[in-house]
């Protein structure tokens, strides 16, 4: 099965969409990486839906990544007398560790450690942003806050604090569990919460020790400011626009999400736009006009992926969910402007060998028109310097390892292959790639492709070697029986009674 554009989808998996059937659905309308959010739902569950997912990848002969969603660090209040307090702006509220429930003047806090981090000046935001209180004072396990704005706070909300280094760690006691269990099932990304410093991704490292590749959820305004060391720490970044959005201003938003974007691309780092991409679709058929130009947003942007949260796992509607969004990518890919904005976009060529290499091998492969740039790759290293230059022609990532073409299935514009026989020589190489080009359906006799590679073979990151070859009858006439040209017809993004939303449905007006 290939997909018609370059931009792959991430899909969050949930009670709408944990059988196997709907498994299935979604990934034949679209879904090349699922998401196990550990924030809600057992380790059991989990469990039981990624046997699924493993099953559906035998079945389909396809390489499917897993990303394990860790919950982070969650801060909440505590409980008040009447379950809830009215507030005023320019009222003072007391906040303090003592676990009695709170009344109209003072909040209790069961976390000690933020009690005693927090100073004069802070600022803390609770329920989501809809309070937002100033520290005027400070005392011995207590501070009063001046109320800036909100009206009412209910028992276990949770509250943040944008401007302040909390002596917390990312990982939670929960969060160890989840992740050894997650790594015990072989998933191939772990995507960290509540990440404040690059220390934090470090520590997770160590833990890790290298089962599984990190994913940064870019969170938190601390964050940002270390935003080059941890794309460099990272093996892929994740824009949760949500948490973003209760810290930072709104209007901030979309300028950091071009940033990230270009960042991450710069370092050669796989890149997610996540939260509240299509909203609206978990109760309705068809999302808003504004969501559809925010899905063409990330993709104008460059993003190697996007990402649905409850609209997949939770929603009414999530096939039709992923069959738009497939739809809306591959709209803005075939728009003559799109590649020009692509284009502009490129970052500076490193000074490395497979820098050069690579950019060689793009150059090379758009004077001749190559049908497809081929790489061939151990760790993903000679794929990922690939898809860093967002070529327009396909990139085939041949991938001897299946951890390394489950990983590489969320990297832009890459169809994945594992191919786990052993290589021996350049020659071998040429023809197995020569071979899987074909029977792909990505070339024909008479078309060139490049390939790039690494040698010596199974060293990872030597990428070292361009070649040109095409596929004439001398070629063709060499490769195993069987090999050769395969139609492939486009891919319907969903099966008509799965999402009635290709029937060419139109977007909801947001007045409605």
């Known amino acids: 099965m290939r997909r018609e554009r370059a931009t792959k989808i991430v899909a969050t998996l949930g009670p709408a969409s944990s059988s196997p059937e709907m498994i299935k659905a979604l990934f034949e309308a679209g879904v090349d990486v699922f998401r196990l959010n550990f924030s809600h739902g057992t380790q059991e569950n989990h469990g039981r839906v990624l046997g699924a997912v493993r099953a559906l990848e035998k079945e389909v002969g396809r390489p499917i990544g897993v990303l394990a969603d860790l919950q982070g660090p969650k801060l909440r209040l505590g409980k008040f007398v009447d379950g809830f307090i009215n507030i005023t702006a320019g009222s003072t509220l007391r906040f303090d560790t003592d676990p009695a429930p709170g009344d109209e003047k003072r909040v209790p806090i069961p976390h000690p450690e933020i009690i005693e981090a927090l100073h004069e000046g802070s600022t803390v935001l609770l329920d989501d942003g809809k309070v937002r209180v100033r520290v005027v004072r400070k005392g011995s396990g207590y501070i009063d806050a001046e109320v800036i704005a909100g009206n009412k706070l209910s028992n276990n909300k949770g509250f943040n604090v944008p401007d302040v280094l909390l002596p917390v760690s990312a990982l939670t006691d929960k969060d160890r569990s989840d992740l050894f269990f997650a790594l015990d099932l072989g998933v191939e990304w772990i ?188 760790s993903g290293t000679t794929t990922l310097h690939a898809a860093r230059e967002r070529p327009r022609i396909p990139i085939i990532g041949i991938a001897s390892q299946l951890s390394t073409a489950r990983r590489l299935v969320m990297s832009y514009g890459v169809h994945v292959v594992h191919a786990p026989e052993e290589i021996h020589t350049f020659g071998e190489m040429a023809t197995k790639a020569t071979q899987v080009t074909l029977e792909h359906g990505f070339a024909k006799e008479g078309n060139c492709i490049a390939i790039t590679a690494g040698v010596p073979f199974a060293t990872p990151g030597t990428t070292n070697v361009l070649r040109l070859i095409t596929l004439d009858k001398a070629m063709m006439a060499q490769l195993p029986s069987g090999s050769k040209p395969v139609e492939v017809p486009r891919r319907a993004a969903a099966k008509a009674d799965d999402a009635s939303v290709l029937r060419s449905a139109p977007v909801a007006n947001e007045a409605e």
Do not use: C, W
């Open 191 to 378: 995507a960290l919460s509540f990440v404040q410093s690059p220390q934090d991704v470090i520590d997770a490292k160590e833990l890790i020790q290298g089962r599984a590749q990190v994913n940064l959820k870019l969170e938190k305004p601390l964050a940002v400011e270390h935003l080059t060391r941890l794309t460099e720490l990272s093996d892929s970044i994740m824009v949760a626009r949500g948490d973003l959005g209760v810290e930072l201003s709104l209007p901030e938003i979309p300028a950091l999400q071009k940033r990230v974007i270009r960042e991450s691309r710069r370092l050669g780092k796989p890149v997610i736009v996540a939260t509240q991409m299509l909203e609206s679709m978990i109760s309705a058929p068809v999302p808003t006009r504004a969501e559809v130009s925010d899905v063409a947003t990330a993709v104008y942007d460059g993003a190697d992926a996007v990402m649905l949260s409850a609209e997949s796992a939770a929603g009414q509607y999530p096939v039709e969910a992923v069959a738009m969004m497939d739809r809306i990518i591959k709209q803005v890919e075939q728009d003559p402007g799109y590649r020009a904005i692509i284009e502009s976009q490129r970052p500076d060529s490193g000074h490395s060998v497979a820098d050069a290499v690579t950019q060689a091998a793009y150059q090379a492969a758009n004077s001749v028109n190559a049908a497809a740039i081929v790489t061939y790759t151990l």
